[in-house]
């Protein structure tokens, strides 16, 4: 028999008691905190990161991306000002952009900002949101994820019947797709039934690794495998496929193996710790390196 004490009113009043100026709960919620994606750009000199604060006038949570710089402490200066979130900062491998997701368009699109100055350009449009992004290492490209659109059966049933969601039934993928960045023309790298999660590009920036699963229901988490795709051609081989999950694939600096976290296709994967493992580039059979770890 597991015994569980929650006293968390007693630890409430211990905090309070031990403090001379408790605060209330709006100045708890009113804090202003650090969030998400921090980013360093390759030279070292510039820090973006997420500030989150609240909005009482909307009740809602806003995130601004603040930029510091390395060299001088207490840099940090909000860099977005817009109405909505901006989020998810990464420098372009020049360093003289910042790329960022934000939903100030009502959807998140990907936008870009100089560190010269200036107002922001939206890269992407359209009625689905990017929910991933990566520079290219030659910084002409970004490849991003986004889940695909509504089908036309669901238009249908909203318009009919209003808003609502058929649990197992509405599942939307999420695809790979291209951007280049001087003409903003896109397209889609991946396709077919399955979602797209982590990826990585190849240091030459030929090949891209991604995780994929069956749907984005939690219960399918256990299907993710990885593939490449070539950027080129959008050529897509299977280089993971384990059983059990395997996800979130790393390059290494020269570009012949990927690295990765695995369950080492333990079938009680759910509840055992996450290995760290590698495999070939160009296939085999992946490789533990934390067998003998007992963590995650």
């Given at each position: 028999i597991l015994l569980i004490v929650l006293a968390v009113p007693a630890v409430v009043a211990v905090l309070a008691a031990s403090s001379s100026s408790a605060q209330s709960v709006d100045e708890v919620i009113a804090l202003k905190r650090t969030t998400g994606t921090t980013a360093i750009?390759?030279?070292?000199?510039?820090?973006?990161?997420?500030?989150?604060?609240?909005?009482?006038?909307?009740?809602?949570?806003?995130?601004?991306?603040?930029?510091?710089?390395?060299?001088?402490?207490?840099?940090?200066?909000?860099?977005?000002?817009?109405?909505?979130?901006?989020?998810?900062?990464?420098?372009?491998?020049?360093?003289?952009?910042?790329?960022?997701?934000?939903?100030?368009?009502?959807?998140?699109?990907?936008?870009?900002?100089?560190?010269?100055?200036?107002?922001?350009?939206?890269?992407?449009?359209?009625?689905?949101?990017?929910?991933?992004?990566?520079?290219?290492?030659?910084?002409?490209?970004?490849?991003?994820?986004?889940?695909?659109?509504?089908?036309?059966?669901?238009?249908?049933?909203?318009?009919?019947?209003?808003?609502?969601?058929?649990e197992d039934h509405d599942a939307r993928m999420a695809q790979l797709h291209v951007l280049d960045v001087a003409t903003k023309a896109t397209r889609p790298l991946t396709s077919g039934a399955f979602v797209v999660g982590a990826f990585d590009w190849s240091p030459d920036g030929t090949m891209i690794a991604f995780d994929?699963?069956?749907?984005?229901?939690?219960?399918?988490?256990?299907?993710?495998?990885?593939?490449?795709?070539?950027?080129?051609?959008?050529?897509?081989?299977?280089?993971?496929?384990?059983?059990?999950?395997?996800?979130?694939?790393k390059w290494s600096p020269d570009g012949r193996q990927v690295a990765f976290q695995s369950a080492m296709a333990k079938p009680f994967y759910f509840f055992e710790n996450v290995a760290l493992a590698v495999v070939n580039a160009s296939g085999g059979t992946p490789e533990s390196l934390t067998a003998r770890f007992d963590e995650n």
């Open positions: 750009s390759a030279d070292g000199r510039w820090v973006a990161y997420a500030v989150r604060e609240t909005n009482w006038t909307d009740n809602t949570y806003e995130t601004e991306i603040w930029l510091a710089d390395s060299r001088a402490a207490g840099s940090g200066r909000q860099l977005t000002m817009a109405k909505k979130s901006s989020l998810q900062p990464a420098f372009s491998p020049d360093g003289k952009w910042l790329a960022f997701i934000s939903d100030r368009s009502d959807t998140r699109q990907l936008y870009r900002l100089s560190l010269e100055g200036g107002e922001a350009e939206a890269l992407t449009s359209g009625t689905e949101g990017v929910t991933a992004f990566a520079w290219a290492p030659d910084g002409l490209r970004i490849a991003y994820t986004m889940t695909e659109p509504v089908t036309a059966a669901m238009k249908e049933r909203t318009e009919k019947y209003g808003e609502y969601t058929h994929h699963r069956v749907n984005s229901d939690a219960g399918q988490s256990g299907t993710a495998d990885i593939s490449l795709v070539q950027v080129g051609s959008g050529a897509v081989t299977a280089l993971v496929t384990q059983d059990g999950p395997d996800s979130n694939p």
